[in-house]
């Protein structure tokens, strides 16, 4: 069984620019969830997506959205990136929803800002 | 709001040590407790969870329980192997609200032969 998949898994882009990342879940996973992992702040929730919605949200500027399509797979978007913006984006699935806690998670996607 | 404190890392033990990886948490309410576990080159991968005080969680010879008096789920393990070496992860999750995994730090154990 195939497991979470992102990508692209590495990018750079520079001040300004917007970034698209996108994430297959596995095969009958209906929720995805985005975290973002950086040295200072560790691993922080973003927005979680389930059949098209999204059910949660974190604490993030609106520069960051995301969506969810009809196949699970979803994407998520940074506007206007900014220095701060270069971590490693997580997206994790699950059969159910994150409320059950068990999340399989991809390798992720480093994005680096300059 | 809740949060989550481990250890610093990295920590480093020989082959068949005693390994304990503190976690404590701060949270309004009664959470469920999670180890994830993050080999290199990988994503992360749930390890063992708790959901109530008084239990433990158990998975590939690594046990944490859930000590509600001394808000702690602290990793334990009897004897490491090197393919132990990884970072983990201590994470809790509120049964209302966001119900968004909380995550620690991380702590990095590197296992030596």
């Known amino acids: 069984k195939a497991g979470v998949t992102q990508t692209p898994r590495y990018l750079i882009k520079t001040r300004g620019q917007q970034v698209t990342l996108s994430c297959s879940p596995i095969?009958?996973?209906?929720?995805v969830s985005w975290y973002q992992q950086t040295p200072g702040q560790g691993l922080q929730f973003l927005f979680e997506y389930f059949s098209e919605t999204q059910r949660n949200k974190g604490n993030f500027p609106g520069r960051f959205s995301g969506r969810q399509f009809s196949n699970s797979r979803s994407e998520m978007n940074v506007s206007t990136l900014e220095l701060g913006d270069s971590a490693l984006y997580l997206c994790?699935?699950?059969?159910?929803?994150?409320?059950?806690?068990?999340?399989?998670f991809g390798e992720g996607s480093r994005l680096t800002v300059l | 709001g809740d949060s989550v404190t481990q250890m610093e890392g990295p920590v480093t033990l020989s082959e068949e040590a005693f390994l304990t990886i503190n976690c404590t948490y701060t949270a309004t309410g009664y959470p469920s407790l999670f180890w994830y576990v993050q080999y290199p080159g990988e994503g992360l991968q749930l390890l063992l969870k708790?959901?109530?005080?008084?239990d433990k969680g158990s998975n590939k010879g690594f046990e944490a329980t859930y000590r509600k008096e001394t808000t702690s789920f602290h990793l334990e393990k009897g004897s490491v192997q090197v393919s132990d070496s990884a970072v983990y992860f201590c994470?809790?999750?509120?049964?209302?609200?966001?119900?968004?995994?909380?995550f620690g730090s991380g702590t990095r154990l590197q296992v030596q032969p």
């Open positions: 994790a699935s699950s059969l159910v929803g994150q409320n059950t806690g068990e999340l399989f």
């Open positions: 994470a809790l999750r509120m049964d209302t609200g966001r119900r968004a995994l909380t």
């Open positions: 095969s009958g996973h209906r929720s």
């Open positions: 708790a959901t109530k005080a008084d």
